[in-house]
């Protein structure tokens, strides 16, 4: 389950495998070996386990191997999603190896899923322990990081897929063929749970679904979204008409939304039993990647009741939602821990000028993210746009590994923006003891955009690391052409990422 994006059709590490198994000597039917790819580019693990029957089961494998570890990093329930899916792999008696690839800084979920691993004895393959420490080694075995992940720093090159092929072959060669282990007679009973096990009987809902435990009512939306996201395809529900709800009645204790993110999208109410517990208002910052959302998350079964409904988005001029699918799980009741409440710290609010430097800039209180909020403002005709500012008290940091520096940034004519960058260091100046983010990479419109910019996915810049217990200054910077008006607003550190 991995798309192989980046490399040379061919090159992925799963055709390789499967060329390596059909050319096994003594195996008669090593011309008979089918590779069916089903991974999904740029989507969740939950996902993953809730599309399980539709695109794995289905097709009777022998063997699944599955790899879905690095897009999960905000995403608080990753290691439950993979037990689910080592539940529904082996309740079928079909082995599984876990393979768990990584970005070039070492981002993956793999400390989630290591303790389902020991737990139900499945085979882990981990290429962050493998080859990791050639992201941070200029030669080890004539090879460099850039020799293995691409540019985008996320995705394998050619390089990388054979590594990952070798490191599978050799432990299927020595620890399966060469002990000459057969599979074992199907056995339907499982270890008890590591975790609370809500997904292992994950449902995936479309536009066609017919099963008694959901059911749905469209009330302004229709059921003729044919979702084409990269390799997803999907038949969901679509609406432009402000108002419209589309109703599922359940008869599980979770519920998850899998929706398109795109610039038309609108505002999204969601109610649940009748209350109001969200309002997804950030599926107009994306360019055309879905997002997993959960909605609902009790630790006993239904009945419950979820109305979706488009409402306005001032930032849209002709609003638009498109639901791909949903998922729903939990149909018995288990005990979920606690959700963790976000944490936030905030490092400048804006309410003043004090303190910021750089491009001629005012205060101002109309035309701001939220109406009547402050934030600075500035219109430059040439040369980068510059805020920046220094904390004479060293921001804490530290507790954000895995968190999101949040900041609202406003342009006024995107297709002028031609890069810049946010940076925050604690060396005293920039450049230094730096992490930084590619503005161009989040800006998503003209007007203001809200971003969250995952400190696990900053570039690094100097000799020496970050020190996150000691952030001491941050700049945002502008590149443009032409005359360009910018502002910045609502700064602060926080665990709560938009997709949440």
Not at 360 to 367: I, N, R, S, V
Not at 471 to 500: K, P, Q
Request: charged fraction near 15%.
């Amino acid at each position: 389950m991995t798309a192989g994006a980046a490399a040379t059709p061919g090159n992925e590490w799963a055709a390789l495998v499967r060329d390596w198994l059909e050319a096994l000597d003594g195996n008669p039917d090593n011309h008979n070996v089918t590779l069916v790819n089903k991974g999904i580019g740029s989507t969740e693990i939950v996902f993953g386990v809730t599309r399980l029957e539709k695109d794995v089961l289905s097709n009777h494998p022998d063997l699944v191997i599955v790899d879905l570890c690095t897009n999960d990093g905000g995403f608080l329930y990753s290691g439950e999603a993979y037990e689910g899916i080592v539940c529904k792999l082996l309740a079928e008696g079909i082995p599984l190896i876990d393979s768990n690839v990584c970005r070039q800084d070492g981002t993956n979920t793999q400390a989630e899923q290591t303790p389902v691993n020991i737990a139900y004895g499945v085979p882990q393959i981990s290429f962050l322990s493998a080859y990791h420490q050639l992201a941070l080694s200029t030669d080890i075995r004539g090879l460099r990081a850039v020799d293995i992940w691409s540019d985008d720093l996320v995705h394998m090159t050619n390089t990388g897929h054979k590594l990952l092929a070798q490191l599978l072959t050799e432990y299927m060669q020595k620890e399966i063929l060469d002990q000459n282990i057969t599979p074992a007679p199907l056995d339907p009973s499982l270890p008890s749970s590591v975790t609370p096990n809500g997904y292992a009987d994950a449902l995936l809902v479309e536009n066609f679904t017919n099963n008694d435990n959901v059911t749905v009512n469209m009330n302004g939306w229709t059921a003729d979204y044919s979702a084409r996201i990269f390799e997803l395809s999907t038949e969901g529900w679509q609406t432009s008409r402000i108002g419209s709800t589309l109703t599922f009645h359940i008869d599980s204790g979770y519920f998850y939304l899998f929706f398109t993110l795109t610039p038309q999208s609108g505002n999204l109410e969601i109610r649940v039993d009748g209350t109001v517990t969200q309002v997804i208002d950030w599926a107009h910052l994306g360019t055309g990647y879905m997002n997993v959302h959960n909605t609902l998350r009790m630790s006993e079964a239904g009945p419950h009741t979820i109305e979706l409904t488009l409402v306005d988005n001032p930032l849209v001029e002709n609003d638009w939602f498109g639901i791909c699918a949903v998922g729903a799980s939990n149909f018995s009741g288990v005990t979920p821990p606690p959700t963790p409440t976000p944490e936030t710290t905030s490092i400048d609010p804006i309410t003043s000028t004090d303190f910021w430097i750089g491009s001629p800039m005012t205060l101002e209180t109309t035309g701001g993210y939220t109406p009547g909020a402050d934030w600075l403002k500035t219109v430059v005709e040439s040369g980068d746009i510059v805020f920046a500012r220094d904390f004479s008290t060293p921001l804490d940091l530290s507790g954000y590994n895995d968190g999101y520096l949040h900041l609202r940034v406003y342009v006024d004519d995107i297709t002028r923006v031609t890069g810049g960058m946010i940076e925050i260091a604690s060396a005293g100046h920039v450049d230094e003891e730096e992490l930084y983010w590619n503005l161009i990479d989040y800006l998503a419109q003209s007007g203001w955009n809200d971003l969250y910019l995952p400190l696990a996915d900053a570039h690094k810049q100097g000799t020496r690391e970050i020190r996150l217990d000691n952030v001491n200054c941050m700049r945002v910077v502008v590149m443009h052409n032409g005359t360009v008006t910018a502002g910045i607003d609502d700064i602060s550190a926080t665990t709560r990422s938009s997709s949440l």
